[in-house]
């Protein structure tokens, strides 16, 4: 058995490519091996900044050999058919196998096809999968014509100690790879892969990713703890640095205490999201003025140019930013308001000035269905909620938004729950972002979350299969998790049809509400089904006319969910799917509605009357239950119909000879459906 060793050596590979294109690599190559009926054992993926490193052991020396047999023409067949037969499988009428079937007597061919050695088919798969490796982005380099993520500079190629000279561009494979880039950039051959990393180790490469991710990580930590700090780790910081470097220094710098009175989450993007820095807390969880950065060198002077270069480029980009909250707090928010007119939010929706006054009509709306929430404050933070915009923090910083908002309305004496609502106003922007709870706040985040699927629902800019471009999807999800977790009462056809009144020019109102309807329950269906409940339920209970409110929707939906998991929950569901079903096809045949009154002196059998009776009782008792929401207790309710409606189907027959009878009949088993109905519609419930 024998080992593939292949390293695709570039320059930088960005970070968050690395991961998935060697999953790619790896995906690529063994399904060629396995299409090409090579067997391996083993497989190992490695990674740096500049190599991709695959390595496959267990391979055989060559493909087995293949032998086929193939079925031609009756014995009897005319002798053109018979030669076209031996001569497309290169056979003659001796080496065919007569062979009797039911349908008379055929010939067999085999055919044996000699496996190929392996080194040629590699090669083959090793030039289809470098072509097809899907990166995000690519580029041409020189006068090439093929794409690679970055200039690719060499192909490492052994199978079995042996070079497959498998090409891609001007670039073909050979037996010679080259360690750091710095500390040992010469070029070295290798025989096989043990000998491969023992020699990449010995040039300053630590190919496993992982390693490196723990180096890193218990450097900092050390470094932090012998400083008297701690680290505040950051998991998706750790997977971005560990692809920056080839061997991995952790080192300490300090930041200059005249930056310290900046807050704090200023401080932290310019470091992590800007520098790639590591924070550093005390022992009470205040920033310390201190930075970890990751070198890829290791320097006689221990690093000590390396840190003061990055204190400077820091120190540089933190005098912007105390400059910027310095000048900002000069001004007022309120006093920022007209810039909002020169800043266009949607070329089809207005400027901010108009989206702002929006906001604020939504805010007071809503207010009145959210506990406790002053109209006032929700107003005033809609007013101001947005002029952070202009500040030269979050032209800067843009991810600041909403969060300077706050430091600038605490700064001009602002009520603290407008101040709070103006930095949650985004929130939540994904699954496992928080939710704002405090009433000001809610309404603040539910405006702007409503305000923006309102108006782009206006204009059609509806997402579309995998694109939503202006993330209403994203919007929708919030808008059910602010009232979900927040527990509102919050018609949503109301407050719907209230933002798309904002829009005076709107030409499609009635068609927008109901389209974010229909947008909300496939929203609604994906936040559930993560939770673990039937997409169909939340179908089922969404149809109701006039049913909007999410809260009683999931309660309706739970008890619903009980119910149709119980015995008598299923037999119901199968007598109403056959009452359903008969009336579907009388009712076309018909041509008319058996929603209608029945009449009691047509009832001729037992088990109808039994029926009808039951009907009564059951609505009779049920629906003051569903008025009180008491869900769970109306479903108990609606069980005892499962006898009444087996019964009337096993003795009575519906289709009577008897016209009025007939439709009598089918008169009762519309009220059995129209009764189901009062909980969910049953028919968008899979059985």
Not at 363 to 376: F, T
Not at 382 to 406: H, P, W
Not at 519 to 538: M, T
């Amino acid at each position: 058995m024998a080992e593939l060793l292949l390293e695709l050596f570039s320059e930088e590979i960005p970070a968050r490519m690395q991961a998935r294109a060697t999953a790619d690599l790896s995906k690529l190559v063994t399904d060629g091996l396995k299409a090409a009926d090579l067997a391996f054992e083993t497989v190992e993926t490695l990674v740096t900044p500049r190599r991709l490193t695959l390595i496959i052991d267990g391979l055989p020396e060559k493909q087995p050999d293949l032998r086929e047999e193939r079925r031609g023409p009756r014995a009897d067949a005319p002798e053109k058919a018979i030669n076209g037969f031996l001569t497309g499988n290169g056979v003659t009428l001796d080496q065919c196998e007569k062979r009797e079937m039911p349908k008379g007597t055929f010939l067999f061919a085999f055919v044996e096809q000699k496996g190929r050695a392996s080194a040629e088919v590699i090669k083959d798969i090793v030039e289809d999968a470098m072509a097809k490796l899907p990166w995000p982005k690519s580029m041409r380099w020189a006068d090439q014509k093929v794409r690679w993520v970055r200039q690719l500079d060499s192909i490492l190629c052994l199978f079995d100690g042996k070079v497959i000279p498998a090409s891609y561009g001007p670039v073909t494979a050979g037996d010679t790879t080259r360690g750091h880039r710095f500390l040992a950039p010469a070029t070295f051959s290798v025989a096989n892969a043990t000998e491969y990393k023992e020699k990449l180790r010995a040039a300053m490469v630590m190919l496993d990713r992982e390693e490196r991710k723990q180096v890193i990580l218990d450097g900092a930590k050390k470094l932090a703890a012998d400083a008297g700090f701690e680290l505040l780790e950051d998991n998706g910081l750790l997977e971005e640095v560990c692809g920056l470097v080839e061997w991995p220094v952790p080192v300490m710098g300090k930041v200059d205490d005249l930056f310290m009175d900046i807050p704090r989450e200023v401080l932290e993007t310019s470091m992590r999201e800007h520098q790639k820095y590591f924070v550093v807390e005390d022992k009470n969880g205040k920033l310390a003025a201190r930075f970890i950065t990751i070198s890829n060198m290791v320097t006689v002077d221990n690093n000590a140019k390396i840190i003061a270069g990055n204190e400077r480029v820091l120190r540089a980009r933190l005098h912007d930013a105390k400059f910027f909250w310095d000048q900002d707090r000069k001004v007022t928010l309120q006093s920022r308001l007209p810039k909002l007119d020169s800043i266009v939010f949607h070329a089809k929706l207005g400027s901010l000035s108009e989206r702002v006054l929006r906001l604020r009509g939504l805010a007071r709306e809503l207010s009145a269905d959210i506990p406790n929430c002053d109209v006032k404050l929700a107003d005033r933070a809609a007013e101001i909620g947005k002029a952070d915009l202009v500040s030269q923090m979050v032209f800067e910083f843009t991810e600041l938004q909403g969060l300077m908002g706050k430091y600038y309305a605490e700064n001009d004496g602002e009520a603290p729950e407008v101040a709070n609502a103006i930095a949650e106003h985004y929130a939540p922007a994904g699954p496992s972002d928080m939710c704002p709870t405090a009433p000001v706040s809610v309404a603040f985040a539910l405006a702007e979350k409503l305000d923006t699927l309102a108006g782009f629902f206006t204009v059609n800019e509806k997402p579309t299969g995998s694109k939503d471009p202006f993330a209403l999807r994203r919007a929708a999800l919030g808008v059910i998790r602010l009232v979900l977790e927040n527990g509102l009462r919050l018609p949503l056809r109301r407050v719907f049809a209230f933002a798309v009144s904002q829009y005076p020019t709107a030409i499609r109102r009635d068609a927008a509400v109901d389209d974010l309807l229909a947008f909300f329950a496939d929203r609604l269906k994906v936040h559930l089904r993560e939770q673990g409940v039937r997409h169909d339920l939340v179908s089922a209970v969404f149809a109701l006319d006039g049913e909007d409110d999410l809260v009683r929707l999931l309660a309706r939906v739970e008890a619903l969910s009980g119910f149709v998991s119980g015995e008598s929950g299923v037999n119901l569901m199968a007598g109403y799917k056959r009452a359903s079903n008969i009336l579907r096809i009388e009712e076309k045949k018909d041509d008319t509605s058996y929603d209608a009154d029945v009449s009691a002196d047509l009832l001729s059998v037992d088990e109808e009357r039994k029926l009808y009776q039951a009907l009564i009782d059951v609505r009779h008792a049920a629906l003051p239950l569903l008025r009180d929401e008491d869900y769970a207790a109306a479903m108990t309710e609606f069980a005892r119909l499962r006898e009444p409606v087996d019964a009337f189907f096993e003795q009575v027959t519906v289709n009577s000879d008897k016209a009025d009878e007939r439709a009598n009949r089918l008169k009762l088993l519309a009220q059995i459906r129209t009764a189901l109905h009062d909980i969910a519609d049953f028919s968008k419930i899979e059985t």
